[in-house]
């Protein structure tokens, strides 16, 4: 940004601006797509200052990449952290936070609320690195106090909650996480930092799948890990990665050296060093596009959502709606706290008929596409049970809210008349 302004820039002004100016070699004004795996030494001793983390600087593409560098600066400054790094995918975001974490025989605390995605991730993948999940319900703090051991290192929620379109309490997890003195970390894919910032109510860390809402358009796959800047890695030696000299760096000390971005430094020198799931630059080229609208288009995703949830609530085939922003719902006050300016676009509802009217108002909706993604500009709609969530027992599913009888919209932003006209003519078929 060239424009000097003594006030900090407001939300929309860094979507748009934060990490990028034009491009120094030509003047585009649009960050270009530095497609290219490595990157010239000025010299040897440049060269051995950037191995040894001496010197700031690219050298290979799966560790640093001037494209994803500025989709790093402009989600860190979003969400108001210290330092961010982009990786392949949402799931590559939780494992690279986790295995910069954890050692074998460790355990976290996670949300019996989640993405199934992340509880399949949770319950078998990380069982074979000896990372323990102990599940506890996040509407029920005592659950998760119960859950802390001397072996924890973490505590994994969502802001908003997938499918159920729940609201975590932040504030209150991030004090248990403080007295445990363990991170908080936070999923906050389906709020984005537009409406919740989980670091501004003492989360430590903050991954995205930005697949989903960030890029805001399905055509790419992308995550981010974003570090708070806030948590002591150095307080005791729970966290070795950080905190113990690192043999292959010279026996430098992470924690101490990087201070309050020692945490997005270790998942990138060595997690992302080491297990290589990279964001492609043409992604972060998409990401940083989609970025520039993410304020208009949460607005509008909520807007729509809203009234869909609303019209939801009193149709006569309709046996419950769940969405935060419904006035009288579970979830509607913590959502004036924590996202005033709208609870998203993802939520479920039941059926009357279960099981098999679920089936059948994903055959007859026309508008809306029947697929496994939420956050794009389309409306998408899936029927949890028979899909994303039926590798859960009947017991996960029902905790996870995503029940026979429940169907989870992700509302696009097309006109809400248009949405709630296709929902009508399709539940008018379901028996
Ligand atoms: C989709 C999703 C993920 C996983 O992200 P991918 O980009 O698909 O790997 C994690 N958390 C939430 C809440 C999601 O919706």
């Not at 990372?131 to 119960?146: C, G, N, Q, V």
């Not at 504030?171 to 007295?179: Q, T, Y």
């Not at 990401?287 to 009193?314: D, K, Y």
């Not at 939520?347 to 008929?353: D, E, I, P, R, S």
Request: hydrophobic share 40%; with cysteine.
């Amino acid at each position: 940004m060239t424009d000097q302004t003594p006030k900090a820039p407001g939300f929309s002004t860094l979507a748009v601006h934060a990490g990028a100016a034009p491009d120094p070699a030509t003047k585009a004004r649009i960050t270009p797509i530095y497609q290219t795996a490595s990157y010239v030494f000025e010299d040897v001793d440049h060269a051995a200052s950037l191995f040894g983390l001496q010197a700031f600087g690219n050298i290979y593409t799966r560790i640093t990449n001037p494209t994803n560098g500025v989709l790093e600066e402009r989600v860190a400054a979003l969400e108001g952290g210290s330092a961010a790094l982009a990786v392949a995918s949402g799931h590559a975001a939780e494992f690279l936070t986790f295995h910069t974490l954890m050692q074998p025989g460790d355990e976290f605390v996670a949300s019996n609320k989640l993405y199934g995605g992340s509880i399949n991730q949770f319950n078998h993948s990380y069982k074979n690195f000896g990372w323990t999940p102990k599940w506890a319900d996040p509407d029920d703090l005592a659950s998760i106090e119960a859950a802390i051991s001397p072996r924890t290192k973490a505590i994994f929620i969502e802001s908003i909650a997938n499918p159920g379109g729940i609201i975590c309490d932040i504030e209150a997890i991030a004090k248990i996480a403080r007295r445990a003195r363990v991170p908080l970390i936070v999923d906050n894919t389906l709020a984005t930092p537009y409406l919740m910032r989980p670091i501004d109510y003492g989360a430590d860390i903050v991954v995205h799948s930005a697949t989903k809402f960030l890029g805001g358009h399905g055509n790419s796959i992308g995550g981010l890990i974003v570090d708070g800047g806030s948590f002591d890695w150095m307080a005791d030696t729970r966290y070795p990665m950080l905190s113990s000299p690192r043999p292959e760096y010279n026996g430098m000390v992470l924690g101490q050296t990087f201070g309050n971005f020692a945490f997005a430094i270790a998942c990138r020198v060595l997690g992302l060093r080491d297990l290589g799931p990279s964001m492609a630059p043409f992604n972060a080229f998409l990401f940083l596009t989609g970025i520039e609208t993410l304020p208009l288009r949460m607005q509008r995703h909520s807007e729509n959502a809203l009234a869909v949830a609303q019209h939801l609530s009193n149709h006569d085939k309709v046996k419950w709606v769940s969405y935060a922003g419904l006035p009288g719902d579970r979830y509607y006050n913590l959502a004036k706290k924590y996202c005033p300016k709208g609870a998203g676009a993802v939520f479920t509802f039941g059926l009357k008929g279960g099981y098999d009217a679920g089936i059948a108002l994903v055959k007859n909706l026309k508008l809306f596409s029947h697929l496994a993604n939420v956050g794009d500009t389309r409306s998408l709609v899936i029927h949890p049970a028979s899909t994303t969530h039926r590798q859960l027992t009947d017991e996960q599913k029902t905790a996870a809210g995503a029940g026979p009888d429940v169907v989870r919209l992700s509302v696009g932003i097309e006109d809400a008349a248009d949405l709630i006209a296709d929902l009508d003519q399709a539940l008018a078929s379901v028996a």
